[in-house]
């Protein structure tokens, strides 16, 4: 587990009550962006390219926002899933966990 795995569990303990904030906080890194990108060009023969320049253009500026949601309609991501109403749940691939780290 990277230190950056051990403090994203960490902080999701910690905000139990907001566990959405803090993983659209991770998904604004552009570090994260990037190595998401990475893992879907190579996993994902579906990838949509041309709107990940989009997004990763985008990524890092104080204005950006970005939802498991978003990052799965916008690109046709794999590698994460997002699940709304009552048992919502965001899940990713153990890969895509060790971003930036």
């Known amino acids: 587990?990277?230190?950056?795995?051990?403090?994203?569990?960490?902080?999701l303990y910690k905000n139990a009550g907001y566990p959405s904030a803090v993983i659209q906080n991770w998904m604004r890194n552009r570090s994260t962006i990037e190595f998401l990108g990475l893992w879907e060009r190579i996993h994902n023969p579906a990838f949509k390219y041309l709107?990940?320049?989009?997004?990763?253009r985008e990524a890092g500026r104080n204005a950006f926002t970005l939802t498991?949601?978003?990052?799965?309609?916008?690109?046709?991501?794999?590698?994460?899933?997002?699940?709304?109403?009552?048992y919502a749940a965001t899940f990713a691939h153990r890969?895509?966990?060790?971003?930036s780290g």
């Not at 978003?70 to 699940?83: F, L, Y």
């Open 95 to 99: 890969d895509c966990l060790k971003a």
């Open 51 to 56: 709107e990940f320049e989009v997004i990763d």
């Open 68 to 86: 498991p949601k978003g990052w799965i309609e916008r690109v046709n991501a794999v590698g994460m899933t997002s699940k709304q109403g009552r």
């Open 1 to 11: 587990m990277t230190a950056y795995h051990h403090n994203l569990i960490m902080l």
